[in-house]
């Protein structure tokens, strides 16, 4: 249904725009210069939990490591995913709009301040501090939408309420419960999280714009394989600085860039738009996408870590080292997989892109030749949906110009 958007009714004296929801099948719907400004912080966020996990990995602490990225890289997606999801319905970007933007950014850079601490030695009292300011600015946004639109002014309020009363819980977590707080109930508030939106929306979905949403995730998509090409930059950097291990430096560095052009490949040789046509889709593609981000952001430091185990200065043992790499990689594909290619290949195609994805990451039982081998491996996947693509009929890449897509309206349904 589509739903018009009314940019020009403003609430007397105060220059706002009344909140009500955006049209889902509104033309040349893109990212706006806001939103492009509010990932810029996450760009920030990405690369300290990046950076953190490598430091921990090179020490030897591949666990700790592991369990404290994962954790930390919760607030940063679900923060993310909050503000994409709401943005696509009632973004009104009048100047409350934008200031509230701009406490959440500021929320981002405080929960960045605390990643460090959160992943090193389990003390994430800065780093929830910063995710409940994001959160409870996603609040105020809720409750303007619930006071401009009468039809969406229950599952609104529903989102008000159930994430301040999250966010009163991680409060509790980190002060009155601190000695208690554990793994445990961390994952028992991600899992409280994840539920707001399962029940607010189960009256009736707020609308969302399909391509808009597909090019958000996109976007980000770029942001964390970036941190990727910084990573194999610093191979290049060391190379120079050390004439006598140049070779190994260098070809780390080319096999890490082939790495991530080729996991930018099949991220985008499906256009994602028509797999968020509805509320159970729009939360699997949503959700999904947990592993896509964090698996991303993970491989650059496996890449640092490459570098450090060249230098002799990685305390891990040689194959716990490719792995940093090899797993990350192949979590990344097989949730692409998952999420944009299994619906469209045929079950040959599909399977062998899946053997060919649990070969690299199983590559890290034979160490030295383990990034040589992902890189191929991840080669030969784009070569067989480049092939499955010309037998198919579909051009390059499968993807559609959005031009000369046909618009797909959704059954309404959101992830906030």
């Not at 923060?79 to 709009?97: C, E, I, K, M, P």
């Not at 290619?341 to 040959?348: D, E, I, M, Q, V």
């Not at 046909?406 to 349904?413: E, N």
Request: no cysteine; aromatic share 10%.
């Amino acid at each position: 249904m589509t739903i018009p958007n009314s940019p020009t009714r403003r609430w007397p004296a105060a220059g706002l725009r009344r909140m009500v929801p955006r049209d889902p099948t509104e033309a040349h719907r893109a990212a706006s210069p806001l939103e492009l400004f509010f990932d810029l912080v996450f760009v920030v966020a990405v690369s300290f939990a990046a950076t953190d996990l490598h430091h921990l990995e090179v020490r030897g602490h591949l666990a700790d490591a592991v369990t404290g990225y994962v954790l930390v890289f919760f607030a940063i997606w679900w923060a993310w995913v909050n503000f994409t999801w709401f943005a696509t319905s009632f973004d009104t970007d009048d100047w409350l709009y934008r200031v509230t933007t701009f406490v959440q950014m500021a929320g981002v850079l405080v929960l960045a301040a605390g990643i460090g601490p959160a992943i090193e030695h389990g003390d994430d009292f800065v780093a929830t501090m910063g995710y409940v300011v994001m959160r409870l600015a996603m609040v105020s946004q809720w409750l303007r939408a619930a006071s401009a639109h009468t039809r969406y002014r229950r599952t609104a309020l529903e989102y008000a309420v159930g994430i301040t009363v999250v966010q009163v819980l991680w409060v509790l977590r980190v002060t009155v419960l601190a000695d208690l707080a554990s793994t445990l109930t961390f994952l028992l508030l991600v899992v409280a999280e994840l539920a707001v939106p399962v029940v607010a929306e189960r009256t009736d979905t707020t609308p969302w714009h399909t391509r808009h949403i597909a090019e958000r995730y996109s976007l980000f998509t770029l942001i964390v394989l970036g941190e990727g090409l910084v990573a194999s930059a610093n191979a290049v950097i060391g190379a120079l600085a050390a004439s006598e291990r140049i070779g190994p430096l260098l070809a780390l560095a080319g096999a890490g860039l082939v790495i991530v052009a080729a996991m930018w490949w099949i991220s985008f040789a499906r256009s994602q738009h028509d797999r968020i046509t509805s509320l159970p889709r729009a939360l699997a593609f949503g959700y999904g996408h947990y592993v896509v981000f964090a698996a991303a952001a993970a491989m650059p430091a496996g890449i640092e870590v490459a570098i450090a185990a060249s230098e002799g200065t990685a305390r891990l043992a040689p194959a716990a080292a490719a792995a940093t790499i090899s797993v990350p990689v192949a979590a990344f594909v097989l949730a692409v997989w998952a999420l944009a290619l299994r619906p469209t290949l045929g079950r040959p195609t599909s399977a062998l892109v899946v053997v060919l994805t649990l070969a690299a990451g199983f590559s890290a039982f034979l160490p030295q030749l383990s990034l040589v081998l992902t890189a191929i491996l991840l080669a030969a996947i784009v070569v067989t949906l480049e092939v499955a693509d010309r037998n198919q009929g579909r051009g390059t890449s499968g993807v559609r110009s959005p031009g000369r897509a046909r618009a797909v309206a959704p059954a309404s349904g959101r992830v906030s």
